[in-house]
């Protein structure tokens, strides 16, 4: 339960740096003290008396700060709150946060005042909570990290320390021209102000936290960072206006989207005035004036650097709730096939226990080329991309087509787009209607009927989360529709070049994408996880030396391992295993990753099952990481080549080759236990296709052979 402190013995001590002797001036900064002061001081807030709440513009030398920050930590025994806005400056050596002066100089850190002796004098207070607000460059840096210094939280012998950095280690922070106030203290300063529509009475930290960093994503501005230790993410700083203020909507037939600013995650990024969410162009993120490494403040946008990616990778939960109101919208202009030509209802469902199809009547004559794929319907059927007559549905007992819809374009391309979830299948939307490209269609997965549409355009990506159908386009966008209508909740826009994938569980929400810096390979993920009481918690993972991109793989078996491959699968290929299991520390930043590296890199996808990753590789061989131990577990021969991805089935691993064969292994010991005959009419396949993986479904195994064939045969109990 959040509660506010006791005024009479709680102490506030604001520091700022605005003029500078050899930096840019930071006009700002004054704004910044005098508002911070003043909220702190008002009866919605703390209520401080003006002589606890010491505002210091401009100090001399540090030992005034020290000084000052030493006598309200020996008066307060209830709460220390201590911010600091300026520039912040980095040790060369060791990348120590130094706080800027007003005599500070770039490149002689020592001229500021050293974190470190700040954190020392934090140590000794009496208070039952502390809180230290860092708005400078760099202040992720007093955060910690797992190869250098603890960091404050760590440190601490006592309860509540809460500490909340305006950007990460290596980031700048922004002081946006013509604005009165920096990015993170104006926002700060706005939820105090406006408070949080739907949020709790009193305006905890973990929930002005959460709420300032879905404000400052829709923006386009650094994302705040936090560390907090056991209870203090509970400490109050004001009382939330909002829900004084608050009144019910008139318009009730509309979709309400309410932020739940105590999950917020962090892909969001059009937040309206008071924390809803709304879709209008402008709230996209616009580029501000950066705080370079220099110091100054730059004259314009930042220019984009040389094209390097960098890899950024977001895991989030989607926050955003829905009250439903109209009914199911169907698209009048669909139309489906149900049956395949000539086929008769009454035959439609005999099985055949071993069947095969040319899949050149099924509008794929070259099958691998096109990226024929099939995946388990959840009625037992098959459902197959790549072909030429649109999404097909199978009768997995026979082979016979149930039903078919002409998507638009190339399927190929949109492979992964087509995903079966909550009595829906989703695919991308014909021509006719919403034009190429132009949308998503929710079809019925008996009849392949359109149920509804969601206009989006060019869709790449579908994910079906517990709180809506969410869909990525082409422009760094994520849209967020109602599941049982076309109506759009959210927008968010990612500061990512290019968004490669988007995936859920259904709660949870990976995002993988490419970011233009003029730095090498980073990695960087953001977790938002659920379920952990009223306040949730945040993750935060990041790379900064020269890595390469990761592509998530999958879960372990607690669902809260996530698995990675590192590497480029174009160029040089995935060379190593990346886990990070964030029930570890939830509000820690951790770095490095833990890394197995592969001996043979490898261009094929791996597949993650329990708590085991298989990496094949197109020379045969297949290496079992053993993500428990973080170690390799076993490396094998499958005595075949050309291969495809792993099927991991009842302990076995199902693969197929070039020739069409169908092999098996023993997943945890990696021996080789059969291999089938080749496929008749097989020819080796062209190797810059790869060959698909087997499907299993009940007691069959269903394989697409180079030989453009997609044949059934039955699972006998050695796994073949």
Known sequence: MALLPEAANSRAVLIGTSRYTHLSSLPAVDNNLTALATALRAPSSWELAEEHCTAIANPGDWTEVLRAVRTAAEEATDTLLVY?????????????????????????????????????????????????????????????????????????????????????????????????????????????????????DLLDLDTIYHTMRVALRAKGRPLPQKRDRNTAGRL????????????????????????????????????????????????????????????????????????????????????????????????????????????????????????????????????????????????????????SRGILKLNAANGKERWRYQGSGSLARYERTVVEQDGSVYAPARKTGLGEGKGIVALDPATGRVKRTYEVPDPRRVAVTDRGVLVQNGAKELRLFNAKSPRTLARWKTDADEITGVSSNGKQVVLNANVREDKEYASHIELTTSGLGEQGAVGIVQEESPRFPLEFIGRGTSHTALYFAEGDRDTSGYHAVDRFDPSHNANAVMQPWLRVPLKTPTDLPMTASDDFVYAPASDGTITAVDCRRDRIAWRKDSQARGISEVTVHDGKLLLSDAQGRLHTLDAITGRHLSTGKPHRGAVDADPRFPVPAPVVIGKAVYVVTPGNTLYRTPLSGKGH
């Open 84 to 200: 600091y806005s300026g520039h912040g400056l980095l040790e060369e050596t060791r990348g120590d946060l130094f706080l800027g002066l007003p005599h500070s100089e770039q490149g002689r850190s020592y001229t500021g005042l050293p974190y470190s002796a700040l954190r020392d004098v934090l140590l000794t207070v009496r208070s039952r909570r502390h809180v230290v607000i860092l708005d400078c460059c760099f202040s992720g840096r007093a955060l910690g990290t797992m190869s250098g210094p603890a960091s404050i939280a760590d440190q601490a012998e006592i309860e509540g320390s809460y500490l909340l950095a305006a950007s990460p280690e290596t980031s700048f922070a922004l002081a946006p021209e013509g604005e009165p106030h920096t990015a993170f203290t104006g926002e700060l300063l706005r939820v105090l102000h406006d408070g949080v529509p739907d949020g709790p």
């Open 236 to 387: 109050a700083l004001s009382r939330n206006a909002a829900r004084a203020s608050a009144g019910k909507d008139a318009d009730g037939d509309r979709d309400h989207i309410a932020l739940d600013a105590a999950r917020a995650g962090p892909l969001a990024s059009n937040v309206a005035k008071g924390g809803g969410l709304v879709e209008s162009a402008e709230a996209l993120p616009r580029r501000g004036t950066l705080w370079r490494r220099s110091g100054g403040i730059a004259d314009g946008p930042k220019r984009p650097g040389p094209i390097r990616r960098r890899w950024f990778l977001a895991v989030a939960t989607v926050v955003v709730v829905a009250a439903v109101s109209g009914g199911i919208s169907l698209w009048a202009g669909s139309r489906s096939e149900s049956l395949a030509d000539g086929e008769d209802k009454n035959t439609a469902g005999k099985s055949t226990p071993g069947w095969e199809t040319d899949l050149t009547k099924l509008g794929a004559p070259n099958a691998l080329k096109s990226g024929f794929r099939c995946t388990p319907a959840t009625d037992g059927d098959l459902l197959c991309t790549g072909s």
